[in-house]
Nanobody, 128 residues
Framework: QVQLVESGGGSVQTGGSLKLSCTAS?????????????KRWYRQAPGKEREFVST???????QYADSVKGRFTTSLDSAKLTLYLQMSSLKREDTAVYYC?????????????????WGQGTQVTVSS
């Protein structure tokens, strides 16, 4: 089992920035968390389905949802087992609970149903 713990959420005005962190622990080696797992961010707004935000795979390839491209940056500090999401130019529609996740078994797909491990979520609220 891999445990994921997010931090860094909060309230910010439109146009502002926040940086989320997600630190992994547990069966890091046996799960292949660093080299095999796709490490992702998802978000879920009230009344909406959980949606993909960003992913970084085991060889460092990064992909973003169109809605955040150019505004959000995801990165990984392997030594600290910590995944980051730097969010800039925030909009009200970015308001959601943000979850980090790990997809460690094929098939690797962006649908939330493929995720093997979830964090508890952290609230991000953007207001004008």
């Amino acid at each position: 089992q891999v445990q994921l713990v997010e931090s860094g959420g909060g309230s910010v005005q439109t146009g502002g920035s926040l940086k989320l962190s997600c630190t992994a622990s547990g069966d890091i080696n046996s799960s292949g968390y660093i080299n095999n797992c796709a490490k992702r961010w998802y978000r879920q707004a009230p009344g909406k389905e959980r949606e993909f935000v960003s992913t970084i795979n085991g060889i460092g390839i990064i992909q973003y949802a169109d809605s955040v491209k150019g505004r959000f940056t995801t990165s990984l500090d392997s030594a600290k087992l910590t995944l980051y999401l730097q969010m800039s130019s925030l909009k009200r529609e970015d308001t959601a609970v943000y979850y980090c996740a790990a997809d460690c078994r094929p098939p690797f797909g962006l649908n939330p149903t493929n995720v093997d491990y979830w964090g508890q979520g952290t609230q991000v609220t953007v207001s004008s």
